[in-house]
Each structure stands twice: as C-alpha cells, then as structure tokens.
C-alpha cells in the first residue's frame, strides 16, 4: 500500500484563487519532504524541499511566493499555489524519505494533476 | 550538463522479449544513488530498482535488473520477458551525497510500448 499520499488528485480551479496540495507520510515520520512539477510529456523537476518545522528550500526560479510550503508536522507538508494562473496548470507531486531505511527508500505520492481555468 | 540522459524518448518491445532502456549519467561525488521509476499514465511514480554506487552487484529486483557500468557512467534498465502492463514512461534518476540530501534528478524519460 500506498506510504506517502497526496491529496488531491484531480483539482479545477479559477484563475486568481489558491489551491492547496497535501502530502503525507503514512508509515513513517518525514523530516524532509520534496515537491516536484511535471509539465505534460516532460520529466520530474524539483521544486522546493520542504523542511519540517523551517523554512523550504527552493529551486532557482521557483517563485517562493507563489508556491507556498509549510511542514508544520512530521507527516504532513503542503504547497499552495496561490494566485494560480493557467501556466500553473501542471502535474505536482511529492515525494519523502523513511529516514528509518537505507538510501533508496524514497517514495513518492499519488501526484495532483492541477488545471487553472 | 545534463545530470542524467536518457537517449531514447521511446521504444518498442514485442511481449515477452527483453529490452534494454538506457541512462547515462554525470557526478563527481563519490557517493551517489541510482534510481528507476516507472510512470503509468495515472502519473504515480513506482520505484522499481536502486543501485548505489558503492555496490558490488548488479541491482536485480524480479523482471528488473540494472546492468551498471560505473567507468562508463552508465545504469541501464533491462526488463526481461516483457508484458503489456510494462508500457509506459520510465525514468532514471540520481541522488547525490552519501547522507543529507535526498532530492532526485531525474532523465527526461523514455517511452516504452510494448507490443502483443
């Protein structure tokens, strides 16, 4: 079964508004937690690393305003998109590491297909 | 350059023959992680092989194996006796750093059809 899960899968929005994406770890406590963007037909690009109980990394030309992400426990990060625009519109998902097993226990979430109308 | 390069953005394979789905990969870090993912068209990512770099042995996970070259900075996916399910898009990936860090690059992934 699944040990990270993201929620939601599927989410419309309007131009303007805010949209949230979660991400939990459901067997493991997770320190550190990755958020990845993939635009159609296109690989895994890394957004920010999210850091339990600070602030989250970015990549460079990810607009931390824009994409904003909190970790407030050890099982739970979000990122909201806010202010969504059409060029938002993408596939966002998440992945963390089970700091309890050895370097390849890496697992992602579902993923959270976002479309800005 | 490019971290980690896929070379073929598709393939087809007749069912039940093996294919080879090909990674190269660039780091001067002594400690790295080698990753294969697989992309049905619902998008979830689904692990199926790691490599360190450190390992002795060739990663081999069922139908998986990963035929690693460390001189020629290559981590080939080979997929034996291949069944229709196994279409989709496949992506390598790297860690980098012994402990730390855990973000992946990935490839820009590859195709693969698989023929009845």
Redesign the interface.
Known sequence: GAVVSQHPSWVICKSGTSVKIECRSLDFQATTMFWYRQFPKQSLMLMATSNEGSKATYEQGVEKDKFLINHASLTLSTLTVTSAHPEDSSFYICSARDPTGSGNTIYFGEGSWLTVV | AQKITQTQPGMFVQEKEAVTLDCTYDTSDPSY?L?W?KQPS????I?LI?Q?SYDQQNATEGRYSLNFQKARKSANLVISASQLGDSAMY?C?M?EGRAG?????????TKLSVIP
Request: glycine fraction near 22%; aromatic fraction near 32%; avoid cysteine.
């Open positions: 992680g990753f993912y619902s998008g979830e990512m692990f790691y360190g992506f990936a860690r860090s855990y973000q992946l690059t990935f490839g820009k992934g």
